[in-house]
């Protein structure tokens, strides 16, 4: 009993020490923040645009730059990610499905700067030269990138939730002569519904959490985006690139209004990515 308890202590000490620093960075951004919110100029940092030489520090041109781009990228990766999480379990042989997940599993530790960097050279000229509008650097440049970016998460989500299929369902739909797909559809579908929406949760949130893409192809426009074409910031980005001197200014306090913004929106989504595998119904049983 004495030798399983000690790692149960040490697990336990890792992971209040890490809940313990996560809400640390919380409460830091909080109380930096707090001022702005006490002065109750709060709100005006979703009414007013951004112009830092008319006093009006607005952030709702990058919160709207940070949810177009994301939800975009997402629309444009997840039927990449499906059709590549199919290819990988469903109906590639076993061998070649390992390379194919080797090959995503590499994808995940490429740098996102060389996304930028070849983003930079090769998607926005061939953008600017395609619409002829623009630059080039825009929203739907990032959201290219961006959803890039994101598909090595969700194909590998997708994969394990496809894999954890029992044998058996499948063998008996095998037995009453079903196809590949109509197995996926019919069977391994409704079982790993949860793991695909998880995935699209992590996704978002990593959407939501990437910096050089947006700030390298985006154009990082401090005005609302109208169209695909249009350049755009994001919260990240704009975090970044604001470099506020005086600590009493209101433009250095509205940075970390950004950070909690996008920390409340992350949290959201891994709790719910979390809270997907504890509910009931169908799906597979953990």
């Known amino acids: 009993m004495k030798k399983e308890s000690l790692p149960e202590k040490l697990f336990f000490f890792a992971a209040a020490g890490s809940a313990i620093a996560t809400l640390s960075v919380f409460v830091f951004m909080l109380f930096l923040g707090l001022p702005l919110m006490l002065e109750g100029r709060f709100m005006e940092l979703f009414t007013s645009p951004w112009s830092p030489d008319q006093g009006l520090y607005g952030i709702r041109a990058m919160i709207a730059g940070s949810l177009v781009i994301s939800v975009t990228s997402l629309i444009l ?19 070649m499905g390992r390379v194919l997940r080797s090959t995503v599993q590499f994808m ?12 930079i050279f090769l998607l926005v000229p061939i953008i600017r030269n395609l619409f002829q509008y623009g630059s080039g650097m825009s929203i739907l440049t990032a959201s290219l990138l961006l959803g890039i970016l994101v598909t090595p998460t969700m194909v590998l ?21 079903g196809t590949p797909l109509q197995n996926f559809f019919n069977v391994i579908l409704p079982c790993a519904w949860r793991g695909i929406v998880a995935g699209v949760i992590l996704a978002t949130g990593r959407a939501m959490g990437d910096t050089m893409i947006s700030l390298m192809v985006a154009g990082n426009s401090i005005g609302l985006p ?25 433009e250095f306090k509205s940075l970390f209004a950004c950070g909690i913004i996008l920390y409340l929106f992350t949290s959201i989504m891994a709790i719910a990515a979390r809270s997907l595998y504890s509910l009931k119904g169908p799906g597979i049983s953990r």
């Open 77 to 95: 990766a997840f039927p990449l990610s499906l059709g590549c999480s199919i290819l990988i379990v469903v109906l590639s042989p076993r061998g």
């Open 226 to 250: 109208r169209s695909l074409l249009d350049s755009g910031r994001t919260l990240t980005a704009h975090i970044g690139l604001v470099m506020a001197a005086d600590f009493e200014s209101l």
């Open 108 to 119: 995940t530790g490429i740098p996102t700067v060389v996304y930028g960097f070849v983003g």
């Open 157 to 177: 989500v997708f994969s394990d939730s496809f894999q954890q299929v029992p044998e058996s369902y499948l063998a008996a739909a095998r037995a009453l002569g």
